[in-house]
């Protein structure tokens, strides 16, 4: 199957610094790229669609604001969680792929002290 | 009530037993999709289904779609088969997922 690669897989920050995590389709092109979280022992919580070239749309209740989604190529998603916070601490997974056929990244854990 | 719903949330079996994970939906689907999460986080894929029934190795995961309900069953289990189990289902790019199956397979 295709495959998409996070980095970094884990990050420990202070609070108050900003985190970039990538999310790459290392053997197709993706227009569409999806950000979750994961709480423990929860599913994944869709945050937000990424889309090439234009704005991201976030699912209700997610700042824009704080989770920065950038989709600059066909092949590259960027989340960029802002002036993190304890809370902010969380297990980010994204996928990609066609309608209905998504593959998704092995996942960043986030640690914010 | 969630829009796909897993039971149980949690099982422990001796390896070798037959495993069944079943989950139900309330949505309109175009495709059902049965996820493997292991400790470390990442996610497979393990099935996608539409219709009737699929296999791959130890693995066989049927769907029903008048019932609105799927089932996973795993043979012969082994203590590396020990993950969360996740049902999700999509509709295009839209894609639900449920709680997830904790499984334990003891040796």
């Known amino acids: 199957g295709a495959v998409v690669s996070q980095h970094p897989s884990r990050v420990i920050c202070k609070s108050g610094t900003s985190v970039k995590i990538e999310c790459r389709s290392l053997?197709?092109?993706?227009?569409?790229m999806f950000w979750y979280r994961q709480f423990p022992k929860k599913s994944l919580m869709l945050m937000a669609t990424?889309?090439?070239?234009?704005?991201?749309?976030?699912e209700q209740g997610v700042e824009k604001d704080k989770f920065l989604i950038n989709h600059a190529s066909l092949t590259l998603s960027t989340l960029t969680v802002t002036s993190a916070h304890p809370e902010d601490s969380s297990f980010y997974i994204c996928?990609?792929?066609?309608?209905?056929?998504?593959?998704f990244g092995p996942g960043t854990r986030l640690t914010v002290l | 009530k969630n829009e796909v719903e897993q039971s149980p949330q949690n099982l422990t079996a001796q390896e070798g037993e037959f495993i069944t994970i079943n989950c139900s939906y309330s949505?309109?689907?175009?495709?059902l999709h049965w996820l493997q999460q292991h400790p470390g986080g990442g996610i497979v894929s393990l099935f996608m289904?539409?219709?009737g029934k699929k296999k791959h190795g130890r693995l066989i995961a049927t769907i029903n779609i008048q019932e609105k309900h799927s089932s996973l069953h795993i043979t012969a289990s082994h203590p590396r088969d020990s993950a969360v189990y996740i049902c999700?289902?999509?509709?295009?790019?839209?894609?639900?997922f449920g709680a997830g199956t904790r499984l334990t397979v003891k040796p």
């Open positions: 999700a289902v999509s509709f295009g790019y839209d894609m639900r």
């Open positions: 053997d197709f092109q993706a227009t569409t």
């Open positions: 289904l539409s219709s």
């Open positions: 996928s990609g792929g066609e309608p209905n056929t998504q593959y």
């Open positions: 990424s889309n090439e070239g234009s704005k991201a749309t976030y």
């Open positions: 949505v309109g689907i175009s495709a």
